[in-house]
Structure formats: C-alpha cells, structure tokens
C-alpha cells in the first residue's frame, strides 16, 4: 500500500494535521461558524510541515480562524515561502 502524500508539498505523509485544531471545538466562535464535519476535518501532512504549521502559527485560534484550509495555510506568508522551498526539496 502506497504511503500518504503530504497535501501540502507532497512528501510522504506521517500526520494528520486538524485544520480547525481540537482544542478549538468546544469554543462557542468555532460551533457557531464550522459544521462538526468541518472541524473534524483533517489534512495528510509529512512531519516537517506538520512542525512549520505549528511554529510559524503557534496559536492555535489564530490557526483554526485564519488558516482552516489548504489555500489559507499556503497564502500565510512565511508558511507559502517555506513550501515554495520544500516542494523544490522533495523534487530533486
């Protein structure tokens, strides 16, 4: 069975990342704008993106807020710039 791409720059995937993280889900903003399927959703991340996503929006409001999706999480600036980067590295 094939190893799970990371969606993000396409190296093997090791994680699940929750785009809305757990700890956000019992908050009244979050129930209030996402369906339960929509906070439980979850993206096929390889470790290293795993980590950037975290270090370079370590809280997690801001992350389940403003980077709930594939396209946000790539437009954030220093994520996007580190992606470009990978995604040349898993290439080659």
């Not at 190296?11 to 019992?26: K, T, V």
């Not at 399927?37 to 996503?53: G, L, P, S």
Request: proline share 4%.
């Amino acid at each position: 069975m094939a190893m799970p791409q990371c969606e993000l720059c396409g190296d093997d995937a090791f994680n699940e990342h929750h785009l809305i993280p757990r700890h956000c889900h019992r908050k009244a903003w979050f129930k209030s704008r996402f369906s339960k399927a929509e906070m439980q959703h979850t993206i096929d991340v390889c470790n290293m993106c795993h980590k950037m996503i975290h270090q370079l929006v370590p809280d997690e409001k801001e992350l389940g807020r403003s980077y709930h999706s594939i396209e946000t999480l790539a437009a954030h600036p220093e994520i996007g710039n580190y992606l470009q980067w990978k995604r040349k590295r898993v290439r080659t």
